[in-house]
């Protein structure tokens, strides 16, 4: 068999295979996650008077602190979200100077 038609069998297989070449996640470490999301959330502007703190444990990214309206504490969880490796995200951040309900 020649190498170009060898090629041409490797890229239809692996075509029909529906990507289970691209399925398998690269590990990321909690390291590199805790860092990518603090960037993140430093990074955007809307977010610069937040007081929001960051964890990771196996992928699993807990948001914490507080935050001036409820559209920064979902921007937050967008944001640790979209961050390769983060396989969820607990976002605990609260309201800040939020009047109490009672």
């Known amino acids: 068999m020649s190498l170009i038609r060898r090629i041409a069998v490797f890229v239809l297989a692996a075509s029909l295979s529906g990507g289970v070449l691209a399925q398998y996640k690269v590990a990321v470490d ?8 603090e960037e993140a959330l430093r990074d955007a502007p809307s977010l610069a008077g937040d007081d929001i703190e960051v964890t990771s444990r196996e992928g699993t990214v807990t948001l914490t602190g507080f935050a ?35």
């Open 68 to 102: 001036a309206t409820m559209e920064h504490i979902a921007t937050a969880g967008r944001l640790a979200a979209r961050v390769r490796g983060v396989s969820a995200v607990y976002n605990r951040i609260r309201v800040a100077n939020r009047p109490s309900r009672g």
């Open 30 to 37: 909690d390291e590199t996650i805790f860092v990518a999301v």
